[in-house]
C-alpha cells in the first residue's frame, strides 16, 4: 500500500515567496496532521483535519499559515510571506478514524529552505 | 499541564549492547503512548504502541517497551543493538477519552552505534 505522500522532498526559496506544501494521505485514513519539525521545537503539530474538517489549528503560528483540505486525498499547507524562521522540515501524517490508539502514518517530509 | 519527557538527548552504545531509552509522561488520566523512529532524511515510523492490558509491549525490529503506571513511564528497550538502529527515538502520548487526536511529543533521543 502507498504511504503519505508528501511533495516536493525540497523547496528552496526566497523570503516574501509563496510556499505550497502537498500532501496525500494514506486512503480510507480519517485524520490528517501537518507537523513542523525544528532542532529548537522539535515536532509541533500545527493543525489536524478530521473528514477534511479543520479541527485543531491552534499550533499554526500567525496568519501567514494556512491549510486546506478539499478533500479526502489531497491537503496543502501555505506559508504566505514565507521568512527565514520558517525553514524546517514539515511533515504530514494520517490515521484512521477508527479508535484514539490508531498510529499516525508519516510522510517523507518537505525540506524547506527560506533565504 | 501535559508534558513527555524524554531526559536523554543522545547515547552512544556498542552493537550487539543492550539499549534502553527513557520516556516519562505527565497526564491526567492513563493515555496512549506510541514509540516511533526516524531515519535521517525519513519521517517518523511507528515502533509499538500500548493502550490497555499487558504492560509490556513488542514492536517491530525487536524493540519492547514497559508501562509503568506508578512511574509514569513507558521506556523502550532493546536486548542487542544494531548498527541500523542509528537514528532518533520519540515517545508520544494520546487521549484516550474525547475527541482529541492530538499527541504530546518528546524532544526525541538520538541513538549512536559504535561498531
Known amino acids: 500500500d502507498a504511504g503519505v505522500i508528501q511533495s516536493p522532498r525540497h523547496e528552496v526559496t526566497e523570503m516574501g515567496q509563496e510556499v505550497t506544501l502537498r500532501c496525500k494521505p494514506i486512503s480510507g485514513h480519517d485524520y490528517l496532521f501537518w507537523y513542523r519539525q525544528t532542532m529548537m521545537r522539535g515536532l509541533e503539530l500545527l493543525i489536524y483535519f478530521n473528514n477534511n474538517v479543520p479541527i485543531d489549528d491552534s499550533g499554526m503560528p500567525e496568519d501567514r499559515f494556512s491549510a486546506k483540505m478539499p478533500n479526502a486525498s489531497f491537503s496543502t499547507l501555505k506559508i504566505q510571506p514565507s521568512e527565514p524562521r520558517d525553514s524546517a522540515v514539515y511533515f504530514c501524517?494520517?490515521?484512521?478514524?477508527?479508535?484514539?490508539?490508531?498510529?499516525?502514518?508519516f510522510g517523507d517530509g518537505t525540506r524547506l529552505s527560506i533565504l | 499541564a501535559q508534558s513527555v519527557t524524554q531526559p536523554d538527548i543522545h547515547i552512544t552504545v556498542s552493537e550487539g549492547a543492550s539499549l534502553e531509552l527513557r520516556c516519562n509522561y505527565s497526564?491526567?488520566?492513563?493515555?496512549?503512548l506510541f514509540w516511533y523512529v526516524q531515519s535521517p532524511g525519513q519521517g517518523l515510523q511507528l515502533l509499538l504502541k500500548?493502550?490497555?492490558?499487558d504492560t509490556l509491549v513488542q514492536g517491530i525490529k525487536g524493540f519492547e517497551a514497559e508501562f509503568k503506571r506508578s512511574q509514569s513511564s513507558f521506556n523502550l528497550r532493546k536486548p542487542s543493538v544494531h548498527w541500523s538502529d542509528a537514528a532518533e527515538y520519540f515517545c508520544a502520548v494520546g487521549p484516550n477519552a474525547g475527541n482529541n487526536r492530538k499527541l504530546i511529543w518528546g524532544l526525541g533521543t538520538s541513538l549512536a552505534v559504535n561498531p
Open positions: 500500548y493502550f490497555s492490558g
Open positions: 501524517a494520517s490515521s484512521r478514524g477508527t479508535g484514539r490508539n490508531q498510529p499516525q502514518h
Open positions: 497526564y491526567g488520566a492513563t493515555p496512549y
